[in-house]
């Protein structure tokens, strides 16, 4: 049976309404991640714990997957507002802290510059899965038919980077699992949207938020392989490549560093 014209018109305020709040809660979640990955990293008192207790932060990332989980598999969770707002603020704090050792190994201003170019791909992806005629919600096959290929391609890569030292084969790898994700980051698109085979539903906003951020990070994580890991004495040369803005990070070590050392060696 046909839909009304009043019917239709009221789908589509609706889904506008949806996918505008789903994009300004992932512009926010963004800007804290940021402010707060900043505050980190600037901030020395913070550094300085992040880098000795990274180990908390592997905890805090664990328990909020853990917390996604449980957001996606129990819809009572997401659709209670006394509960969905807070759950999406504990995953998106807990995923922010964990990220925090990464994030205070890093130069800083390619920490800033890499958030920025991330976040721009991400927004470009997303609008050209808004605009692509291809419905990718229906050829979900395809799509896992090419993160297979994708996934295999990098693994070969990156063993050729371990086994065989094969110069650049890492970026090769990486370039595979950047596709995959940015295919996927224009399904979420069309999925939010609507309008396609699949959609979500106009009060899941939470749950979209969080993916599309999730989708920023996947791809923002790369940008640490290409960091310094100047808490390590043993890694000071290799530290010197693939960097695009340097600082002073590996030339004056924090004092923790210095004081652990002398420590160990008394």
Known sequence: MADTPEKSSYYKRERRKFALITYLL???FLIVALLQWALFRFLNSLNVFFTSYYWLSCLFFGVGLVL??????????????????????????????????????????????????????LAL???????????????????????????IGAIYFVMLY???????????????????ILMFVMYHAQIINGGRFAE?????????????????????????QMGPKWSDLCDRER??????????????????????????EG
């Open 26 to 28: 992932t512009a926010i």
């Open 68 to 121: 996604l989980v449980l957001f996606i598999f129990f819809e009572v969770l997401r659709f209670n507002k006394m509960v969905n707002w807070l759950f999406a603020v504990l995953i998106l704090e807990f995923i922010v802290l964990g990220i925090a050792p990464l994030v205070v190994r890093h130069y800083k201003y390619q920490f800033l510059f890499s958030f920025l170019i991330w976040t721009l791909v």
């Open 239 to 264: 530290s010197k490549n693939l960097v695009l803005f340097r600082d002073s990070t590996t030339s004056n070590p924090p004092k923790w560093w210095y004081t652990r050392t002398s420590s160990t």
């Open 200 to 224: 979500m539903r106009t009060k899941d906003y939470f749950l979209a938020a969080i993916i599309l951020f999730l989708d920023f990070l996947l791809l923002y994580l790369f940008s640490f």
């Open 162 to 180: 371990i086994v065989a030292n094969v110069a650049y084969s890492f970026l090769i790898a990486r370039g595979f699992i950047v596709i995959s």
């Open 125 to 151: 992806f997303i609008v050209c899965g808004s605009f692509l005629p291809l419905d990718l919600t229906l050829d979900v096959v395809v799509l896992f038919v090419l993160a297979v290929v994708s996934i």
